[in-house]
């Protein structure tokens, strides 16, 4: 028998015997023309992943600058409103120790203040808190009774921010008013705290304090470029400011701060400075005195990273899919031309293989006709004896059948026939298979062919499985010389598809087993049957075409086909041909 390449190596089943599955042609690659395509597929392939993590990579990494900017300006909000919160409480506890002097207790009796002794007290006081410029004694309907060190626009009169003076007498504690433009034109804010006596205010003390202490506290903060950080009062006047123009002190903060400290303690919202510069801005409220820090960064440096990030993921995007696509165009383009090289090589090689196979189809051709011939003189010499012209007439029609499959195969071969695979059912076709194959065998062969009644329609080439049938019979005649059993047993199966099956087929096919009981096949023969032109007969005696027939109509039906065999003792070939939906069609 004869065969193609794969397994390279068949493996004995469990009883001995060698089995291989035939698989596809054996086809040699040729070298490309250039060494070029494959590596710049495989920069191509290494590049394109490392071009897309570097994108996103950098895009996280631009996103992740934005975050670590807006945490930056919470922790600068954070710590000032610390400090700010410390300085307006250490203020307002030492004007509280100011209330608490004796000086001041001869007002609970409506006796006036020893204004010498008070003066003097303030002096010292001032002289440890010089942002404090007056000290003003009031009494509860906002008279001012005493201005230390000077009198307040020359003058006594009322004072200037009732509102802060009015809570401190309503609630009995400390406020902090709004900070507004004094006598001298100069911006200050009063800190204001209720002189109690007997458990009853009889009068407030105000300190008037001017904001540079702010001030200085907001630029001892070194700001970024650009970035705008400022100390809005309860009234949503600026009291301190750095960057940005310097001369806003007292004018009324923007709307978008006012509203976000009205909605929350605390956060970030979009602004805009009283520059007109859009800014994302960081803020927190003193929950005791209802001031409140805010530090605003300009929007263009605040989305810079992002657009940075989109504009990186764009040119990565770009990049990589210019990259794809050449890769995809250069990798089509590869395939394209293994394909026309395969084709050449394998049209090269069909060229050398009809050269090659010309002498031992001539050798065929000339012993079959030497059969003919043989047998026609025979029948010239004796034309009146019947038997021996009917026993010469069947050597000739078994020659010219010979002949003919020789020929069919040799027609294939040259022009790639394409199979017209039809639906049928072998049960149609058994009497003509029957004959088929005792006419090939010959009678020293004992032939069989069982054919359930269930058996499932198949789609295949009747003609072309009548010649592989053939081929089977006639290399199984050969393998036979002494005469025995040839056997086509056909039945069912369902085939899984699993993993180290010998098919490799998954659905439903008939599987046609053709046995026979000769000499069996060597396993280092066993994986080359299929191929074409090898043969283990003697020269002349077979072109090495028959079972690569049998292969080619199992591959273009859509089936395969394995041999088992054992030396000494047989070889079966199985034909898998797959299952038709309807068996209505040619018998």
């Known amino acids: 028998m004869l065969g193609v390449p794969e397994p390279d190596h068949p493996l004995p089943a469990a009883d001995g015997r060698a089995t291989v599955q035939a698989p596809p042609l054996r086809k040699t690659r040729l070298p490309l023309k250039s060494h070029h395509r494959p590596l710049v597929l495989l920069v191509l392939a290494a590049l394109l992943p490392l071009v897309v993590l570097s994108a996103v990579l950098g895009g996280a990494w631009l996103r992740e600058q934005q975050s670590a900017m807006e945490a930056n300006a919470i922790a600068r909000v954070d710590r000032l409103s610390a400090l700010v919160d410390r300085e307006l409480s250490a203020q307002m506890d030492a004007l509280k120790a100011v209330a608490a002097s004796p000086l001041l207790d001869g007002l609970a009796a409506d006796r006036e203040v020893d204004a010498v002794a008070f003066f003097e007290y303030a002096e010292r006081v001032q002289g440890a808190l010089p942002l404090w410029t007056t000290i003003v004694l009031s009494d509860v309907e906002g008279n001012r009774l005493l201005d230390a060190p000077l009198l307040v626009g020359g003058v006594r009169g009322r004072v200037l921010d009732m509102d802060s003076h009015r809570r401190v007498v309503e609630t009995g504690k400390p406020v902090v008013g709004t900070i507004l433009r004094g006598p001298r034109g100069a911006y200050a804010f009063p800190i204001r705290v209720p002189v109690t006596r007997n458990g009853a205010p009889v009068a407030v003390l105000s300190a008037v304090v001017m904001p540079e202490g702010f001030q200085s506290l907001l630029f001892g903060n070194s700001l970024p470029p650009g970035w705008i950080a400022a100390v809005i009062d309860a009234e949503g006047r600026l009291v301190a400011r750095a960057g940005g123009e310097p001369d806003l002190i007292g004018r009324h903060a923007s709307e978008n701060a006012l509203r976000a400290r009205r909605t929350a303690g605390s956060g970030v919202y979009d602004g805009m400075s009283l520059e007109g510069t859009p800014t994302v801005v960081a803020f927190r409220t003193l929950p005791d005195y209802g001031w409140s820090v805010h ?293």
Do not use: C
């Not at 047998?375 to 004896?385: E, F, H, M, Q």
């Not at 029609?397 to 027609?411: D, H, K, S, T, W």
């Not at 056909?490 to 599987?511: I, S």
């Not at 053709?514 to 280092?524: A, F, S």
């Open 295 to 587: 530090f605003a960064i300009p929007q263009d440096a605040y989305r810079a990273p992002v657009s940075n990030a989109l504009w990186l993921a764009g040119v990565g995007g770009l990049v990589s899919v210019t990259m794809a696509g050449a890769f995809l165009w250069l990798l089509v383009r590869e395939l394209r031309l293994r394909r026309r090289q395969e084709a050449a090589r394998e049209e090269s090689l069909r060229l050398e293989a009809l050269g090659r196979m010309t002498g031992g189809v001539a050798h065929d051709i000339a012993n079959l006709l030497t059969v003919v011939m043989s047998g026609i003189a025979a029948i010239r010499s004796r034309p009146n004896d019947p038997e021996r012209i009917a026993r010469v007439l069947l050597e000739i029609e078994g020659a010219v059948a010979r002949g003919q499959a020789l020929m069919r195969q040799m027609a294939a071969f040259g022009r790639r026939s394409v199979y017209e695979p039809v639906p049928f059912r072998l049960q149609i076709r058994k009497a003509t298979l029957e004959a088929l194959l005792a006419r090939s065998a010959g009678s020293a062969v004992d032939t069989a062919l069982i054919v359930p009644d269930d058996l499932w329609p198949i789609i295949a080439d009747p003609d072309a499985m009548d010649v592989a049938l053939l081929n089977l019979a006639v290399n199984a005649r050969d393998a036979m010389p002494d005469g025995g059993t040839l056997t086509v047993m056909a039945e069912n199966r369902a085939l899984p598809g699993r993993r180290g099956d010998d098919t490799g087929l998954t659905g439903d096919f008939v599987a046609l087993a053709v046995r026979d009981t000769g000499t069996g096949i060597p396993p280092e023969q066993l994986r080359q049957i299929f191929e074409p032109f090898f043969t283990t007969k003697p020269d002349g005696k077979g072109t090495g075409l028959g079972l690569s027939q049998v292969f080619g109509f199992a591959r273009q039906s859509g089936g395969t086909v394995t041999v088992t065999s054992t030396v000494g003792a047989g070889t079966t070939v199985t034909l898998y041909l797959p299952r038709a939906a309807t068996g209505d069609g040619p018998g």
